[in-house]
C-alpha cells in the first residue's frame, strides 16, 4: 500500500454538525483514537465506540484515527469514517445503522410535486431540518453541489442520510451524477428506499435505458420491489430536441425537469429574468411531458432573498403548464406551494368528483360518474389529492363535504 | 464550607456564601422580606465645590479620592456592551495602586471584559458578582476564581443593592456624556448608546459615585438620566468606548430558515391561542428569532387593525417600525439595541426612557412584568418540568448571565422559542443543569418540531386541542431528539462550588459546580 493516510469530511469555523476524520493505518501498536469535539463531554464515549466499532468491523488492527467535531451525528461520522478506510482498503463491506422507521414510506407516481428542495450531499447540517420544511420532494445531490474530490465520501453519507435522517414524509430524490458517472452512484441509493433518481443533463432514450438496467440489476440483488421513478432533467439543446423521446423512455419516468443554468450556456444565451431565450426550451419540454403523461417540473428560481420575484415567477412558471418547481432554500417551499395552490374553480370541481366518489362506493357502485359523464380512478385520485392540497394549505376546511352537500341541497 | 440545604426545587445550595449568609429559595412568592432599605451615609454639600464643577485629573486620583481600598465593592455598567473601555481601566488601576480582593460588581461582563482574569490571577480582583460569559465564565467554571461567583437577574441585582444585600462602595459610571456638575445622559457623545437603564440603583445607593466620561458639555447635560447630585467626581478621559462596539449598527431578522419556522409557528401560536390581542403588552428581545417573531406579529396586527398597547425595550429597528407605522403605541425602555433606536428616543415621544431594570425590582411595589401578555424568552436548556437554564451550557461551563430572564418570567404567559438540538446538543433534559426559573413559570416552549404547553396550562391546553399546530407534550419533543442525536453523557462536575444563582428574591435558586476536566 503506497498511501496510508486518509481524511474526509470537512471541517472550518462555519462547518456545524460534521466532522473530519483523519486515518493512518500502521503495521502495529494498535488503535489510537483522538478526539477534538465540541460535544465531547457529551457524546465522547459514545463517540470512541462507534470508532472503534467501524474499524473493528472493517478488520483494521493498528491505525491511528483522528476525528475533529463539528456535532456530527453517528451516522455522518461513520460516513466519514467509512469513506477514509475505503480510501485505504478494497473493500464491498459497508457499515450500515438499521434504517429507522420513519423513513419506510413509499411515493407515488401521482404524487403532487409542487416543491422539490436541492441538499448539497456533502453537507449534513442541512440535510437534519430539510423535512420539517415541509417540501414536497427532498433532492439529496451528488451532482454540481459536490466537489469533485469529494463524490465518494457524498456517496457514503447520502446513503447513510436516506436510512437514518428523517424527512418527514418528504419525497425522497438524490440528483446523481452526470451519464455515464452517475451509474455509479446508484449501489449505493437503490437499497436505501430511495424513491426517485434525478438524471441530470440527460440527452437521450438510451440513457435512461441503460439506467434502469442498472436499477433492475440492483433492485433483484436487494430484493427491492417497489417502482423507483425516475425526473430526467433537460439541460441542454439536444436534450430539448429529444424531450419526448426521453420523457416516453421509462414507465418510471414520472416527471421531467429542465435546468436553466446550463441550457441558457448551451444555447449561448444570458438567462435573464423574463427567460425569453428558453420559452421555446420550457414550452417544447411541458409538451413533451404532457404528450407523454407526466408531470412537467420548472427549473430552480435562484434569487433566494426576493419572494415577490419568485412568486411572479411561479405564476408564469403555472401558466405554462408546469407542475412544479426547484428550491434551493427552504424559505421559497411556501411560496411556491401556495402559488402552485389549486385555483378556486379547480376546488369547486375536484368536491364534485369526490363527492361523486363517496356517493358511489356508498352505494357500492363501482363506476363513479358526474352527470353523464364517467370518472376515471386516476381522475378521482388526483381530485382526492386536490382536496388534500387545499385542506393542508387551509383553503378549504376539513369538513368541506358537510358544507358542500349543505350548499347542494340548498 | 457551609452545609447544604435541599431547596424549594429540591437543589442543594450552601447557607453562606464568601462568609455571608443567604437563604435557600423557598418557592415562588415565599420569601417575605423584613427591614428598611439600605442608605448610604449622609454627604453634605460643605464638601463639593460651590462652583459645581467636580471635574477631576484622573481616573486614578477619584479612585483615590474615593477612599479605595482592599476588600472593596466595585460597581459598573455595560451599556457600552463589548465596547466597553472603562471597566477593565478601573482594575488596572487598581491593581497599580496594589490594593487587593475587591469584588468587581457588575451589570454584566462581556467578552472585552477578559482581561479581568490576570486580576482575578493576582487576586486584586476577588470575585465577580454578576453575569460573566466567554472566557470570564470559563475561568470561574474551572474553578480559578478565589471567591465564589454571584449571578442575579438585572431585577434581583436591584433588589441586592436596595436591600443592602450588595453594598456598593465606588460607582463607577461611564457616561456617553456629563456636564461637570455629574448630569448624564447617552444621548450624544461619540459613545452614546440611548440609555442607561442598568446604572440608576448604583448611583442612588453607593457610598461614591464617580462619572467617567469622553464628552463634557455644558450644565445642565439634559435629560440628566445620571442625576449629578449623587456624583462624587467627573472624571474626563480620551474614549470611553468603541462605538462599532456598542451598537450593533443593525440588528437583524434571522435568515436561517429553520430559526424562522421557529418564529413563524410562535406568532401563529400567539394568534390562535389568542395571546396576541388588541392592545396587549409584549415584550421580545434582540436575537434573530426574537426579531423574526416580532416582524411576524406586527404583521397580524396590521392585518387585523390591532395595536400592541406596550413594548418593552431593549429597542430595536424593528420596534420602532412597529411605533412608527401604529402597531404598537409606547415603547418603554432601558436599552437600545441598534443606531435606529437610539435616534428614535430622541425622535418619537411615545419612545420613553424607563429604567426598566428598577421596575424589575421584586421588593418593590409591583412588578411590572406581571403586567405582560407576551413574553418571548430563550433557554440553553428546559427540562421535562419546565425548569429553564440560561447561565451554563450542558457541558457544565458557566456562559451567560441571567439578565432580564428571571424577571421576565412573571408575565402571563411565557414563550421560549428554541430549537430543539443544537449540533446535536438537546435543549430539552430530563434535568437542566443549572435552574434558573422554576418550571411552573414557563408557559409554552416552541421548537422547530413541535410545540409544548406546560400542563399546568390547562386552559391553553384546552384552548389549542382542535390547532392543527404541531402540539407535544415535552417528553415527545425530549424524545425526538434524543432519537435524532443520540443518548448523552452528563458532565463530570465536582462537589466544589464556583458560583451561586440568586432568585428575584435574593434566595439561593441553585448553585454552578466546578466542572472536572
Aim: net charge negative.
Amino acid at each position: 500500500m503506497s498511501n496510508k493516510i486518509a481524511t474526509a469530511g470537512n471541517m472550518g469555523k462555519k462547518v456545524r454538525s460534521d466532522c473530519f476524520v483523519t486515518l493512518e493505518l500502521k503495521d502495529s501498536g494498535g488503535i489510537s483514537i483522538e478526539q477534538k469535539s465540541k460535544v465531547q463531554v457529551m457524546y465522547g464515549e459514545s463517540n470512541k465506540k462507534l470508532c472503534e466499532d467501524i474499524l473493528s468491523f472493517f478488520k483494521i488492527k493498528n491505525a491511528q484515527l483522528t476525528i475533529e467535531d463539528s456535532g456530527a451525528l453517528p451516522l455522518v461520522i461513520a460516513a466519514r469514517i467509512e469513506a477514509a478506510v475505503k480510501e485505504l482498503i478494497d473493500t464491498d463491506k459497508e457499515y450500515l445503522f438499521d434504517i429507522i422507521e420513519e423513513n419506510k414510506y413509499t411515493s407515488e407516481k401521482e404524487q403532487f410535486r409542487f416543491s422539490r428542495l436541492y441538499l448539497p450531499g456533502n453537507t449534513p447540517s442541512m440535510m437534519l431540518n430539510a423535512g420539517i420544511h415541509e417540501p414536497n420532494g427532498i433532492i439529496l445531490d451528488l451532482e454540481d453541489s459536490v466537489a469533485f474530490n469529494k463524490k465518494k465520501e457524498a456517496q457514503l453519507l447520502v446513503r447513510n442520510a436516506l436510512r437514518g435522517i428523517n424527512f418527514y414524509g418528504a419525497e425522497r430524490m438524490v440528483r446523481i451524477n452526470q451519464f455515464p458517472k452517475g451509474l455509479e452512484d446508484i449501489k449505493y441509493l437503490i437499497p436505501h428506499n430511495v424513491h426517485m433518481l434525478l438524471v441530470p443533463k440527460c440527452e437521450g432514450a438510451d440513457q435512461i435505458k441503460q439506467l434502469e438496467a442498472k436499477i433492475d440489476e440492483l433492485k433483484k440483488q436487494h430484493n427491492v420491489e417497489r417502482p423507483i421513478y425516475l425526473m430526467p432533467i433537460i439541460e441542454s439543446a439536444l436534450g430539448v430536441e429529444k424531450a419526448f423521446e426521453i420523457a416516453t423512455a421509462s414507465e418510471n419516468v414520472v416527471a421531467m425537469a429542465i435546468g436553466l443554468e446550463d441550457y441558457t450556456a448551451d444555447l449561448g444565451a444570458r438567462r435573464t429574468n423574463e427567460a425569453v431565450e428558453s420559452f421555446y426550451a420550457r414550452t417544447r419540454m411541458v409538451n413533451a411531458c404532457k404528450a407523454a403523461r407526466i408531470q412537467a417540473i420548472d427549473s430552480v428560481f435562484s434569487d433566494v432573498g426576493d419572494m415577490d420575484a419568485l412568486r411572479e415567477n411561479v405564476k408564469t412558471s403555472k401558466g405554462l403548464g408546469f407542475e412544479g418547481m426547484g428550491c434551493i432554500h427552504p424559505r421559497q417551499i411556501k411560496v411556491i406551494h401556495e402559488s402552485f395552490a389549486p385555483e378556486a374553480a379547480e376546488i369547486e370541481k375536484a368536491k364534485k368528483i369526490v363527492n361523486a366518489f363517496i356517493d358511489a362506493t356508498e352505494k357500492g357502485l363501482g363506476v363513479v360518474s358526474l352527470g353523464t359523464k364517467m370518472i376515471d380512478p386516476p381522475v378521482v385520485k388526483r381530485a382526492e389529492k386536490t382536496i388534500n392540497l387545499a385542506i393542508s394549505l387551509g383553503l378549504i376546511s376539513e369538513n368541506w363535504r358537510e358544507e358542500f352537500l349543505h350548499e347542494q341541497a340548498g | 464550607m457551609s452545609k447544604l440545604v435541599k431547596n424549594a426545587v429540591g437543589r442543594m445550595v450552601p447557607t453562606e456564601i464568601n462568609g455571608k449568609e443567604v437563604i435557600p429559595f423557598k418557592g415562588i412568592g415565599k420569601h417575605r422580606p423584613s427591614g428598611r432599605k439600605y442608605a448610604p451615609p449622609i454627604p453634605t454639600v460643605i464638601d463639593y465645590p460651590e462652583d459645581g464643577n467636580k471635574v477631576i485629573g484622573s481616573l486614578k486620583e477619584a479612585l483615590q479620592k474615593c477612599g479605595l481600598k482592599d476588600g472593596m465593592t466595585i460597581s459598573t455598567h455595560h451599556h457600552l456592551r463589548n465596547g466597553d473601555l472603562v471597566s477593565n481601566t478601573i482594575f488596572d488601576t487598581a491593581a497599580e495602586l496594589g490594593v487587593k480582593d475587591l469584588v468587581w460588581f457588575p451589570s454584566a461582563s462581556f467578552p472585552c471584559n477578559e482581561p479581568i482574569i490576570k486580576h482575578l490571577e493576582s487576586g486584586v480582583v476577588n470575585r465577580i458578582e454578576g453575569s460573566m460569559n466567554g472566557p470570564l465564565g470559563r475561568f470561574v467554571s474551572q474553578g480559578k476564581m478565589k471567591g465564589t461567583a454571584v449571578l442575579r437577574s438585572h431585577g434581583g441585582r436591584v433588589q441586592a443593592i436596595q436591600d443592602g444585600e450588595v453594598q456598593i462602595d465606588i460607582a463607577i459610571l461611564a457616561a456617553p456624556s456629563s456636564d461637570a456638575f455629574g448630569n448624564g445622559n447617552a444621548l450624544n457623545g461619540p459613545s452614546a448608546c440611548g440609555v442607561l437603564g442598568y446604572a440608576t440603583a448604583d448611583f442612588r445607593y453607593a457610598d461614591k459615585v464617580i462619572v467617567v466620561t469622553d464628552n463634557l458639555v455644558d450644565f445642565p447635560n439634559m435629560p440628566m438620566e445620571i442625576e449629578g447630585n449623587y456624583v462624587d467626581y467627573v472624571v474626563v478621559v480620551d474614549k470611553i468606548g468603541i462605538p462599532e462596539k456598542i451598537v450593533s449598527g443593525t440588528t437583524q431578522i434571522t435568515k436561517s430558515p429553520d430559526r424562522l419556522l421557529i418564529a413563524e409557528l410562535t406568532a401563529r401560536f400567539l394568534q390562535e391561542s389568542e395571546i396576541l390581542k388588541d392592545g396587549c403588552y409584549m415584550q421580545a428581545g434582540a436575537g434573530g428569532t426574537s426579531l423574526a417573531i416580532g416582524h411576524y406579529v406586527h404583521q397580524i396586527l396590521k392585518e387585523k387593525g390591532w395595536k400592541s398597547k406596550l413594548g418593552f425595550g431593549g429597542s430595536t429597528k424593528y420596534m420602532v417600525q412597529m411605533l412608527e407605522e401604529g402597531t404598537m403605541e409606547h415603547i418603554m425602555d432601558a436599552q437600545a439595541f441598534d443606531l435606529d433606536a437610539v435616534a428614535s428616543i430622541d425622535k418619537n415621544k411615545n419612545h420613553h426612557q424607563y429604567p426598566v431594570f428598577n421596575a424589575y425590582n421584586y421588593h418593590s411595589k409591583g412588578n411590572l412584568t406581571s403586567m405582560m401578555d407576551i413574553m418571548i424568552l430563550g433557554a440553553t436548556e428546559v427540562d421535562v418540568n419546565f425548569n429553564g437554564n440560561v447561565v451554563t451550557h450542558s457541558d457544565g461551563y458557566l456562559l451567560h448571565g441571567i439578565g432580564g430572564w428571571q424577571n421576565c418570567l412573571h408575565a402571563k404567559n411565557v414563550i421560549l422559542p428554541i430549537p430543539l438540538f443544537r449540533d446535536r446538543i438537546p435543549v430539552i433534559k430530563d434535568e437542566v443543569t443549572t435552574i434558573c426559573g422554576p418550571g411552573e413559570m414557563i408557559d409554552i416552549i416552541v421548537t422547530e418540531r413541535g410545540i409544548a404547553i406546560n400542563p399546568k396550562r390547562k386552559d391553553l391546553i384546552e384552548k389549542m386541542k382542535d390547532s392543527k399546530l404541531p402540539i407535544k407534550t415535552i417528553e415527545e419533543l425530549k424524545a425526538e431528539a434524543e432519537a435524532i442525536c443520540g443518548p448523552s453523557q452528563k458532565p463530570q462536575l465536582s462537589d466544589e462550588i464556583v458560583a451561586a444563582i440568586k432568585w428575584v428574591d435574593g434566595t439561593v435558586i441553585d448553585v454552578v459546580r466546578k466542572v472536572v476536566d
